[in-house]
């Protein structure tokens, strides 16, 4: 979006709102007030902070005055350039190295209006470091267990990774086979022998923190092209030979951590769709009764 001259203080100009939702996405906060389209100190602040940082500015305490042509033309550019997740060198973009066969064929894109909710995974195998080898993966985002995060499709591209849920979704695979419910090893998925046998997997602090930036991230990134992900769930949901994905580790280190952050639903107590099942109580306590 290009302005054609300055924004003042006070301004409620279209364009106000644009630029607050890409300082945002750009990591600047505007804890109170958000972006509200109101140009107010909080924005001008942040937009200081932005020119400061982009070598447009002198540090100084002052506020700046007005949004001003070219600090607006710099912010587009800043925003434009920025990768979908951002975790310094632990971010890999592979979304042009595959030929994106997870996409679905007969709805393959959605707006950034219909993008929802946020679904997490666990990939029950271990597919390791290396990014290439998630190439095949219909997934949006891989985890990988020392932390790094792997970007395989466009947040708009509807991949197969959840039966339907894939048409409002964003999927978020965490690498390693995990116990359904932690501390009872039946729930562990095993496969078949001469296979050995599995004991559960813990969930390393690196990627618990590169998950939960993860969907931080997608929350943003929606909200800054003018959506809203206004749900988070496990793909137990939505498959009901997915009992135990992603497990209540990992459910509860980011799925309802995601929740308390950003007031994200995961649908409620009887919440289910097709043959998936409801979230369990060993899951979340809120939800008494529900059976794993
Ligand atoms: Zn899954």
């Known amino acids: 979006m290009h302005l054609s001259s ?7 100009d279209p364009y106000v709102k644009t630029a607050q939702q890409q300082l945002i996405a750009l990591g600047y906060s505007l804890p109170r007030y958000g972006a509200d389209g109101d140009l107010g100190d909080e924005t001008l602040r942040a937009y200081g902070e932005f020119l400061v940082l982009e070598g447009m500015r002198a540090p100084t305490d002052e506020v700046p005055k007005s949004i001003t042509v ?8 800043a925003f434009t350039g920025i990768p979908p997740v951002v975790q310094g060198h632990k971010y890999f973009d592979e979304r042009n190295k595959h030929p994106h066969d997870g996409r679905s064929k007969s709805y393959p894109y959605m707006k950034w209006s219909e993008v929802k909710a946020i679904v997490l995974h666990q990939t029950a195998t271990q597919l390791g470091e290396k990014p290439e080898r998630w190439h095949s993966v219909p997934i949006h985002f891989g985890i990988t267990r020392s932390g790094k995060t792997i970007q395989l499709y466009d947040l708009t591209e509807v991949c197969n990774h959840a039966g339907n849920f894939n048409r409002w979704t964003v999927g978020v695979e965490i690498d390693g086979w995990f116990a359904g419910v932690e501390g009872r090893a039946e729930t562990l998925w095993q496969p078949k022998p001469p296979a050995p046998k599995r004991t559960a997997m813990n969930l390393p602090a690196a990627q618990a923190d590169a998950a939960r930036a993860c969907v931080k991230r997608i929350i943003d990134i929606v909200a800054a092209n003018g959506g809203k992900v206004t749900h988070i769930h496990p793909h137990r949901q939505s498959s009901g030979d997915r009992q135990s ?4 580790l990992i459910w509860q280190a980011v799925g309802l951590w995601a929740q308390q952050q950003f007031g994200l639903s995961d649908g409620g107590k009887s919440y289910k769709i097709d043959t998936g099942r409801t979230i369990p109580v060993d899951w979340d306590s809120r939800y008494a009764g529900n059976k794993y």
């Open 6 to 12: 300055p924004l003042k203080k006070g301004s409620e």
């Open 70 to 77: 070219p600090g607006a033309a710099a912010l587009d550019r």
């Open 245 to 248: 994905d992603p497990g209540s």
